[in-house]
């Protein structure tokens, strides 16, 4: 039944602004509150001290005065309870403990084999469950999980497709909620990564963004007037399967010439291979070119230019205003830029009056573990028994 206007509903949509702007805006004031939020002191006041016992609030002493009385401010209490991010990666697991703010509290990563979605399932567990053991004693305690995959996810949080893991319909979800009984949120890792920009890096000011993972695969989140774009069916931002050779080798997709077969992390240690002969490491190729070594900076130059063969596609397919590149390659970042840029001169419309700002993440690869943990903690507070009581 629709509940048009219910007190308790009214109430509760109240309170979650109150909230809102004690979480992005403190410390803060009551008075400020209800002057931004268009409510009354009262109705402010009423809420403030609900949020103050369910401890998400604390009061932190007087401000300055502007004529009158000095206010009494308010802080988010970001310790009042944890989240875990996860970044399920093809070679490795990266995940984080954080607070409610987003601080990262515990980090860990660990490689894995791929020789199965059990096996690599069972690993994430258990990290997990180590992150969970050391979290910081809080009122609420862990209050979500949130884990990016390199893949297609639906909205029931099945990995339907990762090519690049070699997976296909894999209940990650309901694994999840059955082994830690606390909500679960899966999704894209770059949908991740552009989150993780969005609130905690450099697109924090910026409306309309892309954020391109560039890992053995690539993908990209797209943020539109500040909001995640998914798509018609939620499948947005693969474009790592772009084809920019239409008659180019088969890729892992199944269609031929994608641009990650050019421009990806395996792209570019497989044509090392090719070069130096043996297993090569991206760390290897990144101390080599340290090292000044030519040919390794000549493989990182050739991957820039790839990378704005479709940087230039997104540009002119989506009038960004701006553009961050984010995974490991951002080590690389002072021999990929200059092919990059040069490219994206040359190639992108003339019309355009400028081309938007392009840059490596200053997260480095924690911009998914970031944005999988907001994820928890968003899912969290979009939670009646959050917005209505302590549980």
């Known amino acids: 039944m629709k509940q048009t206007g219910d007190l308790n509903l009214v109430k509760k949509i109240n309170k979650s602004i109150v909230l809102h702007h004690i979480r992005t805006d403190s410390p803060i004031s009551r008075a400020r509150i209800a002057e931004i939020a268009g409510l009354t002191k009262a109705t402010v006041s009423s809420l403030v001290n609900e949020l103050m016992e369910s401890r998400l609030v604390d009061e932190i002493g007087v401000g300055e005065s502007s004529g ?5 401010m308010l802080l988010f209490n970001g310790t009042a309870g944890y989240a875990i991010g996860v970044d399920l990666g093809v070679h490795d697991i990266l995940a984080v403990l954080t607070d409610l703010t987003g601080k990262v509290v515990r980090e860990k990563r660990v490689l894995h084999d791929n020789n199965s979605a059990e096996e690599v399932i069972d690993q994430l567990k258990t990290i997990i469950r180590e992150l969970i053991s050391s979290a910081p004693e809080s009122v609420y305690g862990i209050i979500g999980i949130g884990i990016g995959v390199p893949g297609i996810c639906d909205e029931d949080g099945n990995l339907l497709f990762a090519p690049n893991l070699g997976w296909e319909n894999v209940s990650l979800l309901e694994q999840m909620e059955e082994t830690f009984n606390i909500p679960v949120v899966i999704d894209n890792e770059a949908n991740a990564g552009a989150v993780g920009e969005k609130q905690f890096g450099a697109g924090k000011d910026t409306a309309n963004l892309v954020y391109i993972s560039i890992g053995i695969g690539i993908g990209a989140g797209i943020i539109i007037k500040g909001e995640l774009y998914r798509g018609a069916t939620g499948f947005a931002g693969e474009i790592g399967h772009i084809s920019i050779q239409h008659d180019g080798p088969k890729c892992r997709c199944g269609s031929l010439g994608c641009w990650e077969l050019y421009a990806s992390e395996h792209a570019l240690l497989e044509q090392a291979r090719r070069e130096f002969g043996g297993a090569v490491t991206l760390d290897m190729l990144l101390g080599r070119a340290e090292a000044g070594e030519a040919a390794a900076i000549a493989l990182f130059e050739r ?5 704005g063969v479709g940087v230039v596609n997104i540009i002119n397919g989506y009038n ?4 961050i590149l984010g995974g490991r390659l951002a080590g690389a970042e002072k021999w ?17 009056r400028k081309l938007p700002k392009v840059e490596f993440s200053q997260l480095s690869d924690r911009s998914t573990v970031l944005g999988a943990a907001s994820f928890a903690v968003a899912k969290f507070f979009a939670s009646t028994t959050v917005s209505v009581e302590r549980s």
Do not use: A, D, T
């Open 68 to 72: 009158g009385r000095k206010p009494m």
């Open 320 to 323: 960004p205003e701006f553009i």
């Open 336 to 352: 990929l830029m200059k092919p990059l840029l040069q490219l994206l001169e040359k190639r992108s419309l003339s019309h355009l």
């Open 303 to 307: 991957l820039g230019y790839y990378l």
